[in-house]
């Protein structure tokens, strides 16, 4: 059974970085694209960033193109998110979701992920 677990989230003040990890047990972490998506109160579940198996290619929202980075380290079998000169915008649910089939066109669409962990919650106060 895969399973996805976050961490890594708090409340911070406008400006600051925080790094978000994603562990996956249950399946060989090198076969699944990843990506992290989030939900603020309202909202729909919105894509950040993605990263392929093995880590060749990344995407991100516009909204986060060049504050937040997304990586992997297999041996880890961990994804992270590093977020740095955060605004209240960013606030919200931060969701990993992992795929073995996806295509890279469907990166950011949510219903492509078969795997999704709890998510962890990000604050940014102004």
């Known amino acids: 059974q895969v399973q996805l677990v976050e961490s890594g989230g708090g409340l911070v003040q406008a400006g600051d970085s925080l790094r978000l990890s994603c562990t996956i047990s249950?399946?060989?972490?090198?076969?699944?694209?990843v990506a992290w998506f989030r939900q603020a109160p309202g909202k729909e579940r919105a894509f950040v960033a993605g990263?392929?198996?093995?880590?060749?290619?990344?995407r991100y929202a516009d909204a986060v193109k060049g504050r937040f980075t997304i990586s992997r380290d297999n041996a880890k079998i961990t994804a992270y998110l590093q977020m740095n000169s955060l605004n209240p915008e960013d606030t919200g649910l931060y969701f990993c979701?992992?795929?073995?089939?996806?295509?890279?066109?469907?990166?950011?669409?949510?219903?492509?992920?078969?795997?999704w962990g709890q998510g962890t919650q990000v604050t940014v106060s102004s």
């Open positions: 979701a992992a795929s073995s089939t996806l295509i890279l066109s469907a990166m950011t669409t949510a219903s492509q992920y078969g795997y």
């Open positions: 249950g399946a060989t972490f090198s076969r699944y694209d």
């Open positions: 990263i392929r198996k093995n880590g060749s290619t990344t």
